[in-house]
């Protein structure tokens, strides 16, 4: 039969039989049709990925959601990472999962393999097993401990894991949003004297339109790669294509694949127009230091741009 549906109550005929039958797989497909997969955004610790202490890392409190299939992680959960390598760095990484075949979920490590320059493992999806990565982590060769700022957070990476949303996870508003902004001038210039009672009015209108089309704020990525050496400026132009800044936009600057600290390892000045970010580097003759910055900006009516 070409044509499906779900889901009626059964009736059962002579012999007690049912005429209808439901399975978990029915009501898993028909839930990944309305939610997507990912981590629920909130709270924001959600399965978040922490240091604890030596090799030892907790996941946080939280709950997942792989193609209608809900895992939820009621305590912090702790998992400990193999030691560090004496002669190379590695990249490990932290998932949570879908096993068809053992029909559970869970969350484990994924562990990388030591080389001069590490890549973390990659994720499994296939009829069987299906994998969403929370974090990544560098283990510093000799290490003796993991910190925070050794641990990448990939849950809003959408190509890896990514946040849940509803039926319509994005949708380009550019359009609608040019629309309203226009309907908004012709309003405002039709009228010399913009009396409250009339900004009120619009006001309202505007609230109850984005409400009931449920349009969830996309947060868009913008990155740049430096590779600096002893005779370059430390200091960074924010130049990213279609990038402007406001208040509110995350900056996040790696060095050589660590996560920065603001204040210390580097300086963002928001007075200047491109934002630049400058580093606290003494770099040697001869050295390469690669410094990876990363904004996240929160944006509604605005299609996503790949940078």
Known sequence: MSIEYFFFNAVKNQAGVPDRTYNAQDFTSYLDKIVGSGVFPNPATNLQVVASSGFNILVKAGSGWIEGHKMVNKTDYML????????NDRIDRVIFFVDYSSRSMGITVLEGTPATTPTAPDITRNQTRIEYSLAT????????????????????DSTVCGWVAGLIQQVDTSELYAQWEAAYQQ???????????????????????????????YIQEYKKDVALTSGDSQTILLDMTGYSYSAGDII???????????????????????????????????????????VFKSLIGYSPINP
Do not use: C, H
């Open 137 to 156: 982590i560098r283990i510093v060769k000799q290490s003796t401990a993991i910190t925070q700022a050794n641990i990448t957070d990939t849950r809003p």
């Open 80 to 87: 400990t990472l193999s030691p560090s390598d004496v002669l």
């Open 187 to 217: 309003y405002y210039n039709q009228t010399i004297n913009w009396t409250q009672a009339q900004q009120l009015a619009f006001e309202e209108w505007f609230r109850d339109l984005t409400e009931e089309l449920q349009i969830d704020t």
């Open 252 to 294: 996040q600057v790696y060095i050589n694949g660590l996560l920065g600290v603001a204040g210390t390892d580097y300086t963002v000045n928001t007075g200047v127009n491109p934002v630049t970010v400058t580093t606290a580097l003494t770099i040697p003759a001869g050295i390469t230091e690669d410094i990876n910055i990363r």
